[in-house]
């Protein structure tokens, strides 16, 4: 199915009025002004942002664009502010990954009251009138992780480690997750001894928890499906220190490269691999489409609680031992350095 979106009734100039695509061409092309997107991100502690950063600026540039991109550490005060400032500097449409989602809708309205249209980068904005949404399928990742996990433990104590409450994107992964387990919880045969967020994606939290998991359990569990790499980590660390490692599998997401070595080591069982330059790279296109006032196609619409959002999603692929070659290595995001020690 596909759905065509004329991103209308926005103003798309930085003095509030509203231009068509070709008035903007015409404006642009004797102005000679670039066109520049404002990308506001909520943290680059995971490797995979620092790649999401890089990727976006340089499919920006490479289009000819430019971008100012800034980054709140987590903190969404500090989010709102520079987005605020990014509104005032004059860009002209706003990227944004949001720490909070239901935080940013504030900037929605403000980025609509200036005349800037917002795009949801990876997660989405919840009750706001987003743009469009384009992230990856994140039921699916949850889907994969599980598919993959009772593949290798039908039966047994399951403890899930979610990611941050406040993030939309743990929420579907959640959903996917428990769409597959479902069936084996109503059988009988998979039991949840333990599920709970990790505040903020932090590792230190997830530690907390499945300590207290293990703990709770008399270290009786079975498997582990963990919100990305970076709690599985923790997990991983909880399992090694009780001698557990490698006994009990453990799912992750993001195909960071600890994960993928410990996947080859065969103490994670599986990471889901999104490919960020895809997901960069289609930001950066119809970002600047969008700014041009042209005409997008887009999937399928996501309802965030106010408005359904047009959405494309990418396909987030599952990664075990058996194909590291034919994912990361083969797409280049890893180096058989990197991932083996060596090149052979
Ligand atoms: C992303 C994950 C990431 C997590 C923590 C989620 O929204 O989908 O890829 O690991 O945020 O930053």
Redesign the pocket.
């Known amino acids: 199915m596909s759905i065509s979106v004329t991103l209308s009734g926005c103003q798309m100039s930085k003095n509030q009025t509203s231009i068509t695509s070709s008035s903007y061409q015409q404006n642009n092309e004797s102005t000679k002004e670039k066109i520049k997107i404002g990308f506001s991100m909520d943290?680059l502690?995971?490797d995979?942002?620092k790649r999401d950063k890089e990727l976006f600026k340089q499919a920006v540039e490479d289009l000819g664009a430019e971008v100012e991109i800034v980054e709140a550490n987590g903190d969404d005060a500090m989010q709102i502010l520079q987005a605020e400032t990014l509104i005032e500097d004059g860009v002209d449409l706003l990227v944004v990954v949001p720490h909070n989602a239901e935080a940013m809708a504030t900037i929605v309205k403000k980025a609509h009251s200036s005349g800037i249209k917002v795009l949801s980068y990876?997660?989405l904005i919840k009750n706001a009138d987003v743009d469009l949404y384009i992230s990856f399928d994140?039921e699916m990742v949850g889907k994969l992780q599980a598919e993959t996990i009772t593949k290798l433990v039908p039966k047994g104590k399951y403890v899930y480690i979610g990611?941050a409450d406040t993030?939309n994107?743990?929420h579907q992964v959640k959903r996917g997750v428990f769409t597959v387990l479902e069936p084996y919880i109503e059988k009988g045969e998979i039991t949840i001894v333990y599920d709970q967020w990790t505040k903020n994606?932090d590792p230190a939290d997830a530690y907390i928890n499945v300590e207290e998991a293990l703990d709770a359990n008399g270290q009786e569990i079975d498997a582990v499906i963990a919100g990305?790499d970076?709690t599985a980590q923790s997990v991983i660390k909880a399992l090694t220190i009780r001698g557990l490692a490698g006994q009990i599998p453990v799912a992750g997401?993001?195909a960071d490269l600890p994960a993928i070595q410990n996947i080859e080591k065969g103490i994670q069982a599986m990471t889901v691999y999104?490919p960020i330059p895809s997901l960069a790279l289609k930001v950066a296109e119809i970002a600047i489409k969008m700014v041009k006032g042209e005409h997008i196609v887009v999937d399928q619409k996501v309802n965030n609680g106010k408005i359904e959002v047009p959405t494309i999603l990418l396909e987030p692929i599952a990664v075990t031992k058996e194909n590291i070659l034919d994912t990361v290595i083969k797409d280049k995001f890893y180096s058989k350095r990197e991932v083996y020690g060596t090149s052979e």
């Open positions: 943290t502690k995971e995979r942002w990876d997660r994140n990611g993030d994107n743990a994606w990305n970076a997401q993001d999104k």
